[in-house]
């Protein structure tokens, strides 16, 4: 998720950054909600300014900045754990 950057602490103050990582989560959580609704799986993770991301697409200066990723998909299972039950009958 991009997010104007520059201008909202401009305009308000230094309090405003943690709010837009608020306001990135509350778009994952229902992202994440929508996901499972579909079958799907979600996962988001706050990205504190990715640079590697804002170099792939040219994202320069404070202006936006990448604050959070979401992926979307099924899960695989894993090969390398054993699930067992909780308790024994």
């Known amino acids: 998720m991009l997010s104007e950057f520059e201008g909202p602490l401009s305009r ?5 950054y943690p709010y837009l990582f608020w306001e990135c989560g509350i ?11 579909y079958g799907l799986r979600g996962c988001g993770i706050g990205c504190f300014f990715d640079d590697p991301l ?14 959070y990723h979401f992926a979307v998909g099924y899960p695989l299972p894993e090969i390398g754990v ?6 024994k009958d």
């Open 12 to 16: 308000f103050g230094a309090w405003i």
């Open 27 to 37: 778009l994952g959580q229902l992202l994440y909600l929508e996901a499972e609704a």
């Open 54 to 67: 804002h170099e792939a697409i040219g994202l320069k200066g404070l202006e936006f900045q990448d604050l």
């Open 82 to 87: 054993r699930t067992l039950p909780a308790y």
